[in-house]
């Protein structure tokens, strides 16, 4: 009986420890699935430029926004731009602190409509970069990227005549450590 009621024991103990980790874990295996698939309009990042250009072309629409806490300014300095499926892209997005202070920001992006996150490729981006601005600090941040041709052949997208890329940018609170001691 007692080597029973051990086992049993064991097993719940088993069944909760893992129900804990797979709750730490599923966020980043959740991020890692939709950079892969681009499932929820999350862009996939790539090394490479696209090897095949068409003549197909689509519209890219770019959006800002920024947390409440945030006295920034943030825009596209192209609200959108018509681009070949395929071709590589630069936008570049404008910055300006206009807080009294320094400020440390991250922002996060999607597509819209999520269905072509799948086809929208990164080769450089400032995305979940932690990045220090100073006080009236006006900073230029890059984004390249390309629309894969593939995007005209899938069932799911081929009537898309254009698509958003949004980036929010939220306020990080540092810690300075040198003054904890």
Known sequence: MKNKNFKTASLIVCFFSGMFLLAFASVPLYNLFCK??????????VKLPS???SDKTIKVR???????????????????????????????????N??????????????TPQKAGLYFNKLECFCYEERKILKGEKVILPVTFFISPEIIEDPNTKELESLTLS??????NKINVSNLN
């Open 36 to 45: 892969v698939t681009g499932y929820g309009g999350t862009p996939r990042n």
């Open 98 to 111: 206009h807080s009294e202070n320094d400020i440390y920001i991250t922002s996060t992006y999607n597509v």
């Open 62 to 96: 770019f959006n800002t926004d920024t947390s409440n806490k945030l006295d920034i300014y943030f825009q596209p300095k192209e609200r959108q731009i018509i681009t070949k499926l395929g071709q590589s892209n630069t936008v570049d997005f404008e910055v300006v």
């Open 51 to 53: 090897s095949l250009v």
């Open 167 to 172: 980036y929010t940018f939220f306020n990080i």
